[in-house]
């Protein structure tokens, strides 16, 4: 996957940079776990199965929000963007207007 690696050489990166990435590559990894948990326990017949399946799923999806969280933290772009669009009724796409 190519998010997966950098896209500029290391040493042109700053800090900051380099451990957003691994946020990133993170927040993807965590998202596509429950994609993975969603798709077998849509696929599972065994209840008891499926039971495990769904609580793994949510449990990458609280590791997802954790890393959402740093994010906001650490960047204020994702702080804005965050406030701006979660949490709010109407359509969602113009939320800016």
Same mark, same amino acid.
Request: glycine share 4%; aromatic share 6%.
């Given at each position: 996957?190519?998010?997966?690696?950098?896209?500029?050489?290391?040493?042109?990166?700053?800090?900051?940079?380099?451990?957003?990435?691994?946020?990133?590559?993170?927040?993807?990894?965590?998202?596509?776990?429950?994609?993975? @948990?969603?798709? !077998?326990?849509?696929?599972?017949?065994?209840?008891?199965?499926?039971?495990?399946?769904?609580?793994?799923?949510?449990?990458?999806?609280?590791?997802a929000t954790?890393?959402?969280?740093?994010?906001? !933290?650490?960047?204020?772009?994702?702080?804005?963007?965050?406030?701006?669009?979660? @949490? !709010?009724?109407?359509?969602?796409?113009?939320?800016?207007?």
């Amino acid at each position: 996957m190519s998010s997966e690696g950098l896209h500029a050489p290391r040493e042109r990166l700053s800090e900051k940079t380099l451990t957003m990435h691994h946020a990133i590559v993170s927040l993807i990894e965590e998202m596509e776990a429950v994609d993975w @948990y969603q798709q !077998r326990a849509d696929d599972c017949e065994d209840e008891a199965l499926k039971e495990i399946l769904l609580h793994n799923m949510r449990e990458e999806m609280e590791h997802a929000t954790m890393v959402l969280e740093w994010m906001r !933290r650490n960047s204020d772009d994702f702080a804005g963007m965050l406030k701006e669009y979660l @949490y !709010r009724d109407g359509p969602i796409a113009t939320a800016e207007d």
